[in-house]
Nanobody
Framework: QVQLIESGGGLVQAGASLRLSCAAS????????MAWFPQAPGRERGFVAA????????NYADSVKGRFTISRDNAKNTVYLQMNSLKPEDTAVYYC?????????????????WGQGTQVTVSS
């Protein structure tokens, strides 16, 4: 069983930055690929970023390329999402997800473990 705990959300103005963290309680964290999925009220859970087991491979939604960066520290069992130049449309609950595969994907249905989410609110 993998437990994921997100942190770092908050209320910021447009143009500001936030860094989300997701700490995983699993001994073999380096064998999991990780991703972040936002869900805005009344909308389906989307995709923003994913990262492979080593961090050497990443992929992003077009809407966040150049603004968001996903990274991981396997020694700390933690994955991060650096969010810059935030926009009001980035407002959502951001969920961290893990799957026991070396390479990541964009589809939420392929992830087995989820955190409780952290709220990001961007005001205009």
């Amino acid at each position: 069983q993998v437990q994921l705990i997100e942190s770092g959300g908050g209320l910021v103005q447009a143009g500001a930055s936030l860094r989300l963290s997701c700490a995983a309680s699993v001994r073999t964290f380096s064998t999991y690929s990780m991703a972040w999925f936002p869900q805005a009220p009344g909308r389906e859970r989307g995709f923003v970023a994913a990262i492979s087991w080593s961090g050497s491979s990443t992929n992003y939604a077009d809407s966040v390329k150049g603004r968001f960066t996903i990274s991981r520290d396997n020694a700390k069992n933690t994955v991060y999402l650096q969010m810059n130049s935030l926009k009001p449309e980035d407002t959502a609950v951001y969920y961290c997800a893990a799957r026991n595969e070396l390479y990541s994907g964009r589809y939420s249905a392929t992830y087995d473990y989820w955190g409780q989410g952290t709220q990001v609110t961007v005001s205009s």
